[in-house]
């Protein structure tokens, strides 16, 4: 929980990680391009005082997220959203096992999503069927430019695509976060884009499609996307830390999210460990849109700011939020 000036924010960090991209584990030259760049977006985001030595970054451990989340970060409840990566990465990249122990062991403050890849067909989806039964998965994360083979990525559109996602319909899986945001080298940019998202949305209606990273660069596609599909949601990983370097572009970016989707749609998201959220959360409170800009983005309020930093991913996976977190009820009259 965060408290500021008399009011109390219930934190929901709704896109966290726990990755391994030690040398030992790099498959070849893309694990490290790809942790690099994550380095680099870390590096050019963040406050001179959050930055961490390159080797700590590439892996913290379970001790050390609990501490940057819990004890420091002020987050109630944290939701894996696991990259696998298995053509960078011998073990794959996001850490199933280790993750999902720590889900167990504290089961009250973290929820374990998983990942699968429509590109294995029929194997895959009787493994998605065993990690639903074995995770009691709520979500799953995917990641539309991974590698396979000779394919570069999939569409959320493709028939096989389809076929899981009809899956995760029957096996009370309503949550699908989508990685549809900048790339990551040495993955394709267009791989990313967003315009699968709109007929997935359209198909299966009782899914959610969280669009992490809110489709940036395509920030205006994604808008117009998720205005007509009631099912869209934002995700703020990556684009929330541009408070700190470039508060006029995020001023810009949840301005237009807050007109075209609301502010029940967005979510916090710290991206850990590209970022740790102390510092996210302190200056997303304290966030004021520019006085210039006011008036085509008015000013956030402080309901507006409570929901998008936890009530909104408390609602979508029935997390229980304490007595006195939640949001006033209007005076009866």
């Not at 508060?247 to 740790?276: K, M, V």
């Amino acid at each position: 929980m965060y408290s500021k000036d008399g009011e109390n924010y219930f934190i929901v960090d709704a896109h966290v990680a726990l990755w391994d991209a030690r040398r030992e584990n790099q498959r070849n030259i893309h694990g490290k391009q790809f942790i690099d760049c994550f380095y680099d977006y870390h590096r050019n985001l963040s406050p001179a005082s959050e930055l961490w030595p390159y080797e700590d970054f590439l892996y913290q451990g379970g001790e050390r997220l609990m501490k940057d989340l819990f004890t420091d970060g002020y987050v109630d409840h944290a939701i894996f959203q696991p990259a696998h990566l298995g053509a960078f990465y011998n073990t794959g990249f996001g850490q199933t096992e280790e993750a999902f122990a720590l889900t167990r062991k504290h089961p009250g403050m973290l929820t374990y999503n998983h990942c699968f890849d429509p590109r294995f067909e029929e194997a895959g989806l009787k493994q998605l069927r065993e990690d639903a039964a074995r995770f009691g998965l709520k979500g799953v994360k995917l990641y539309t430019a991974e590698w396979k083979g000779d394919s570069r990525g999939y569409k959320l559109s493709d028939p096989w695509t389809y076929r899981y996602l009809d899956a995760c319909r029957k096996l009370g899986i309503k949550n699908i976060h989508v990685h549809k945001g900048p790339t990551i080298r040495p993955l394709d940019r267009d791989a990313f884009d967003v315009a699968d998202v709109d007929a997935a949305a359209s198909d299966f209606t009782d899914l959610n499609f969280v669009v992490e990273h809110c489709g940036l660069p395509r920030l205006e596609d994604f808008c117009w996307i998720a205005t007509q599909e009631p099912n869209v949601h934002a995700g703020l990983a990556v684009a929330i830390p541009f408070m700190h370097t470039r508060p006029r572009y995020f001023a810009q970016i949840i301005g237009e999210l807050l007109y075209w989707l609301d502010e029940d749609r967005i979510q916090f998201s710290s991206d850990y460990a590209l970022w740790t959220p102390r510092w996210i959360v302190e200056q997303f409170v304290d966030f004021r849109i520019p006085d210039d800009m006011t008036g085509e983005y008015p000013q956030l309020t402080v309901a507006q700011e409570k929901k998008i930093l936890g009530l909104n991913a408390a609602a979508m996976y029935d997390i229980e939020v304490p007595a006195g977190l939640g949001l006033a009820e209007p005076a009866v009259v």
